[in-house]
């Protein structure tokens, strides 16, 4: 069973807007489905990378914010939300945003005080691999990763030959 976004609530404070759950979720549990109705191909603020060249308006999920620590996970196989560790009523959601998005549309500083704070969030093209392994990564990510270090093979090759 999918549950709705109507287990969510933004909550503002001083103009900062955050996501939390109504509702406790245990690891693995489903707690919303992505919405997938306004798909676009240039990414924005308030989009979510689905594939290479595809981004998702994600309405309510845009108060989605970042964490190297992340509480919750986006599926963007299945297009589905999905606890990473047991979640309390009320608390904070965060999504580790280099797991979606290959290269950022807004790089930002980043805060979260995490022991492994990645510190600049600017998406996976600019992190390093031992950082990337940490993290469940969409498809599209991991397929990117692979064809980058395909073509450096490629590269190398040129150079030798050149």
Request: aromatic share 6%.
């Amino acid at each position: 069973m999918v549950s709705t976004m109507e287990t969510l609530a933004i909550r503002t404070e001083n103009k900062f807007r955050t996501l939390v759950t109504k509702q406790a979720y245990k690891k693995g549990e489903v707690i919303c489905a992505m919405p997938s109705e306004n798909i676009v191909d240039k990414p924005t603020r308030f989009t979510v990378q689905i594939s290479k060249d595809k981004h998702t308006h994600v309405g309510k999920l845009a108060a989605l914010n970042h964490s190297c620590d992340p509480n919750v996970i986006l599926d963007t196989e299945n297009m589905l939300m999905i606890a990473r560790r047991d979640i309390e009523k009320g608390e904070e959601l965060y999504f580790f945003y280099p797991a979606t998005e290959w290269e950022m549309q807004a790089p930002f500083i980043c805060l979260c005080g995490s022991a492994n704070c990645i510190h600049v969030v600017a998406g996976a093209r600019f992190l390093p691999l031992s950082t990337l392994e940490t993290q469940y990564l969409s498809k599209h990510i991991r397929e990117t990763i692979i064809e980058s270090l395909n073509n450096t093979e490629l590269h190398l090759k040129k150079l030798q030959e050149a």
